[in-house]
């Protein structure tokens, strides 16, 4: 028999694939892109200085796209496979655990193994200009592909234990945050109030933001040991999480009866999330009395205490924080990236949530049941716009008076210099960009639920033009305009930027937003039928002319289905 079949086949499949390839070189130009616009940025200073900065920039941003992104590639593989009843079939083969789990993980994590490839020799750059060693650029580039393969199998094995997508997406994230950030936090703790340096270190360890940051010449000097230590502990955790999912993986795919513990487990966690049947009923009807859609996606009345509880963690860790450091804590720097951590959370998360339930819907194919009763398009928005704000209205309403009083904090520290009107105004773009990128999430995330093949891809599509698509133009305008400045033609100043930044985002918010709603009012019923049809590529879908491509997708499979 083949030695791992499977992995043969898949990198044979994606040989094919023309994204194998764009991936690749789109990595590659986004980090030239950026390390241009670095450059041209800073060219004033000293050569080592933006070799160093750059290099650091560069490097972190690696780490963190591996982290990221290797347990989204890997963390429904498995269990998607269980969903659909195909990954029992695998095993009735002469198929072994290793060589489906091995088979998966080549096939989910190519292009992410890929985007690393082209990224890492990007980092010699600053080793070309001065300012950093060989050593750095090695160790940094084992750090990058260690962290690649370490949220990889974290993302496998939890895949292997999952039958749920989401479950498994959140276990994997909350591993990845366990292993870097929140054990080193643990440790620092310790520290702090055992005064055991040497416990710290062995909280450290496991964490590959510690190894990123020890990678470093003037770290790396002084602890060698612990760098290496924290490198070998991450890769042997990492072929322990990938050892338990190929022992996990044929064993887990058949149904067997649950036991009376995790019986009971079951019924109290559904009691905390739905109620008893006195409660569920009297919740029913109230739900139901408003909008059938808003019962269908607001059941669990769990969904806004989770919000409430993420918020009151990030409220604790900044008590902490102005407990240990007190004055120091409080500045403007940390103000802006309080508010900026509180943004992104609300914004993704919402992004996530708003058309999840559609795109469930659809992906299970009971969306046709939604079609064949009398609701309209608006009351199925009503009702998710209902089911959103009873789960976000509340901790968005917290945000906004959070932002206005660190606004308050520092205009008071900025009282007496010449940039606090800048600052303010930063600030109410801040606010204002908050409460429009909400509204156009949910518009977009509505219209992607029933065009995507699954609720992470309508996530994915939905926060890519509201949060993404801003950012890369506005890139793409700075390295233009530092360009001219290079020239001497044009220097903008900071309120220039801001308007700018702030234009960009209002723009794609009321374009894409407004898109989404026409697309939604006019073609829910058309597009959501369309679940088998074959989608157009970009291209022709952008030249289509003046018919649409739904309706040509719509023909298409009205030809298939009369036998054309």
């Known amino acids: 028999m083949t030695f791992l079949p499977i992995v043969g086949r898949e990198l044979r499949v994606a040989s094919r694939r023309r994204a194998t390839y764009w991936v690749r070189s789109g990595a590659a130009l986004t980090l030239i892109v950026f390390g241009v616009w670095f450059f041209l940025a800073m060219r004033r200073d000293p050569a080592h200085e933006v070799a160093l900065a750059l290099f650091r920039i560069l490097a972190g941003a690696s780490v963190l796209y591996c982290l990221l992104s290797g347990f989204r590639a890997t963390a429904d593989c498995l269990s998607q496979e269980k969903r659909e009843g195909t990954l029992g079939l695998l095993f009735l083969t002469d198929l072994k655990g290793y060589d489906v789990v091995f088979g998966k993980l080549a096939a989910t994590s190519l292009n992410v193994f890929y985007g690393v490839l082209a990224v890492v020799p990007m980092l010699a750059v600053p080793l070309l200009m001065g300012g950093i060693t060989l050593g750095e650029f090695g160790r940094m580039a084992l750090v990058t592909i260690n962290a690649l393969f370490f949220s990889l199998s974290i993302g496998i094995c939890v ?16 591993l990845v945050f366990f292993f870097t950030a929140l054990l080193p936090a643990v440790g620092a703790l310790a520290g702090f109030f055992a005064k055991a340096h040497r416990l710290q270190s062995l909280f450290l360890i496991p964490s590959a933001g510690f190894s990123f940051y020890l990678g470093f010449d003037a770290t790396f000097k002084a602890v060698p040991r612990l760098f290496w230590a924290s490198c070998c502990v991450i890769h042997v955790l990492a072929w322990i999480f990938l050892g338990l999912s190929i022992f996990i993986a044929p064993r ?45 996606a607001a059941r669990s009345r769990l969904k806004p205490a989770q919000v409430w509880a993420v918020l009151g963690l990030l409220a604790c860790a900044w008590m902490w924080g102005l407990v240990k450091f007190h004055h120091d804590w409080l500045n403007v720097a940390l103000y802006f990236t309080t508010a900026f951590i509180l943004n992104g959370i609300l ?3 919402l992004a996530s949530e708003s058309g999840r339930q559609l795109a469930e819907d659809r992906k299970r194919g009971a969306l046709e049941l939604l079609l064949s009763t009398p609701l309209s398009p608006r009351e199925i928005l009503r009702g998710q716009r209902l089911a959103l704000q009873r789960q976000f209205l509340g901790p968005l309403l917290a945000v906004l008076l959070i932002e206005l009083a ?3 904090a520092s205009a008071r520290d900025t009282a007496n210099h010449d940039d606090s009107g800048f600052l303010i105004s930063t600030w109410l773009a801040a606010i204002v960009m908050l409460i429009a990128d909400v509204i156009a999430l949910y518009w977009i995330g509505m219209w992607q639920a029933i065009i995507s093949k699954n609720p ?26 530092s360009l001219l400045t290079f020239r001497r033609a ?24 407004a898109w989404a709603r026409h697309k939604f009012l006019a073609e829910f019923r058309v597009a959501a039928s369309q679940q ?33």
């Open 159 to 174: 895949s292997a234990f999952s039958r749920s997508a989401r479950i498994a997406t959140g276990t994997s994230f909350f």
């Open 252 to 296: 887990s795919w058949q149904e067997k009866p649950v036991g009376l513990q995790a019986i009971r487990w079951r019924e109290r966690w559904r009691l905390w999330s739905y109620g008893d049947s006195a409660e569920r009923s009297a919740f029913r009807t109230r739900l139901l009395d408003t909008s059938p859609f808003y019962w269908l």
């Open 347 to 349: 914004k993704g998360w």
């Open 406 to 408: 660190l606004m308050v």
């Open 456 to 481: 992470n891809r309508a996530a994915g599509a939905s926060a890519a033009r509201v949060l993404v698509l801003p950012w890369v133009v506005f890139a793409v305008v700075g390295l233009v305009l």
């Open 490 to 513: 044009y220097e903008p100043n900071e309120n220039f930027f801001l308007g700018l930044w702030f234009g960009l985002g209002l723009a794609a918010d009321i374009g894409f937003g």
């Open 532 to 564: 088998y049809a074959k989608r157009l590529s970009f291209w022709k879908r952008l030249f289509v002319g003046g018919q649409g491509a739904g309706s040509v997708q719509l023909q298409s499979l009205g030809s298939v289905t009369s036998g054309e």
